[in-house]
């Protein structure tokens, strides 16, 4: 099939025609996340720049269980598809969108209900808060878009189909922007404008994706046996439920660290906000390539090319260092003016100078997450979660651990200090794990 081409191009020039169309939608997709905050900071203020940003841990919690659940459903469609096994890979697809989007419902629910008192034990402040139940409540509204978008966009990449996502994602951006831009500069609504304007982007991509997936199933030889299947739900939950449990705790423990910048009030929250804006993109080549790792080693795996498996991360490495290095020269030569287009020009002197000393600071340890993500990317497209798991966790304690202890006594920069140090400690532990050789045997033992 015209797909197959991760299975059968020289590993780098596979991964890289695999990547660069995951890299481009992910950067449109942080670029109207952080069209909201810039589009707030610049015309509503920093408070409602701090309200978006003091959200973002609460929210990310669910955006990665909807990833976490697109991964486990995308490696097991990858290892079909690179076995030729169609029917059940047509079965794992429809059981995957149907199961989350149940979970999407009770997600929506659960955020509706509780959002605002979590923002209260998080220590958001007074003057933020209201803002932020707002900005939740009509964020929590769209989760079932939200969720649908992401398990497709996975299985898409499953597929070898990248490209397609990457349409959706350049198409929902750009409206995006248009609508925050409308929302908050003529309409005037705020905080409240930009997550409408979310909401319905998202809506529209995640109906549009839903179609195609659908015409393109249609086109794969084979017939599917249902729609649901106990089965390949529960060979999908043994990936994508540590998967999801890493995230979320991860996020969980964000959540705990986003308590500690809130206690130094919103215009630190403002400034940190908006370096997380920065962060989250520069993040995305590195993210791009853990996802592309995981799809390249689940179909190689599928088709008994385990050889290719070690040549594509071998290759992945030096195309992480490749975006590390451009991001390092970029932070560092141009922190204060990436910060005024959050901040604009008359910014607080504590959230400009709280911003870029994050960045410029992180700026120097992009390849270690790069690193990590790429072993991580293969150990789960291997389906070797077990070390994946306790090496992210572990990365998380550090960071959490730290932050907590140190940042009262040593000062909010502890917060950034601490998340290399994390990375490090995850790259060592998945590296040692892969260098067991145990991802090799995964897939096997799960056929017998």
């Known amino acids: 099939m015209e797909n197959d081409y991760l299975i059968k191009k020289k590993p780098l020039n596979a991964l890289i025609i695999f990547v660069l169309p995951i890299i481009i939608g992910n950067l449109f997709q942080q670029t109207y996340t952080m069209a909201d905050s810039a589009i707030v900071g610049r015309f509503v203020g920093e408070q409602a720049l701090a309200a978006v940003g003091a959200s973002y841990s609460l929210t990310n919690i669910f955006i990665w269980v909807a990833i976490g659940g697109g991964t486990g459903a995308s490696v097991i469609v990858s290892q079909y598809f690179g076995a030729k096994r169609y029917p059940e890979m047509k079965l794992a697809a429809y059981t995957a969108l149907l199961s989350f989007l149940i979970i999407s419902l009770i997600g929506a629910a659960i955020g509706l209900l509780f959002g605002r008192q979590i923002m209260v034990w998080l220590n958001t402040p007074d003057d933020v808060l209201d803002l932020a139940s707002t900005y939740l409540n009509i964020y929590f509204m769209g989760l079932p878009f939200l969720f649908m978008y992401n ?244 990365n998380l304690s550090i960071r959490v651990i730290l932050s907590i202890t140190l940042a009262p006594k040593v000062g909010v920069a502890m917060v950034w200090y601490a998340v290399p140090i994390g990375w490090a400690a995850n790259w060592v532990i998945s590296y040692a794990e892969y260098r067991t050789g145990k991802w090799r045997k995964i897939y096997k033992s799960n056929e017998a």
Not at 158 to 182: E, T
Not at 277 to 288: A, E, F
Not at 306 to 313: A, I, L, N, S, T
Request: proline residues 2%; aromatic residues 12%; contains cysteine.
């Open 151 to 394: 398990v497709l966009s996975a299985m898409f990449n499953a597929l070898g189909k990248s490209k397609i996502p990457l349409c959706f994602l350049i198409f929902s951006s750009v409206f995006n922007i248009i609508l925050d831009y409308y929302t908050v500069t003529v309409l005037e609504m705020g905080v409240a404008g930009v997550a409408w304007a979310t909401l319905i982007a998202q809506g529209i991509a995640a109906v549009l994706s839903f179609l195609v997936f659908m015409r393109l199933l249609r086109k794969i030889g084979g017939k599917s046996s249902g729609i649901f299947s106990p089965a390949e739900f529960f060979s999908m939950a043994k990936i994508a439920l540590p998967s999801i449990l890493q995230q979320s705790t991860v996020s969980i423990g964000m959540m705990l660290v986003q308590s500690v910048v809130n206690s130094f009030g919103s215009l630190v929250i403002a400034g940190f906000s908006a370096a997380m804006r920065i962060d989250s993109l520069c993040i995305v080549p590195m993210s791009s390539m853990s996802n592309a790792m995981s799809s390249y080693t689940a179909q190689n795996i599928g088709a008994g090319e385990y050889d290719r498996v070690v040549e594509g991360y071998h290759a992945a490495n030096w195309v992480i260092v490749f975006f590390a290095v451009i991001i390092c020269i970029i932070l560092q030569l141009f922190n204060v003016q990436i910060m005024t287009l959050f901040l604009g020009e008359d910014g607080t002197a504590v959230a400009m100078q709280t911003g870029c000393d994050y960045i410029s600071y992180m700026g120097w340890f992009f390849c270690l997450i790069g690193f990590k993500m790429a072993v991580d990317g293969l150990l789960r497209g291997a389906g070797d979660m077990k070390m994946f798991t306790i090496a992210n966790l572990v």
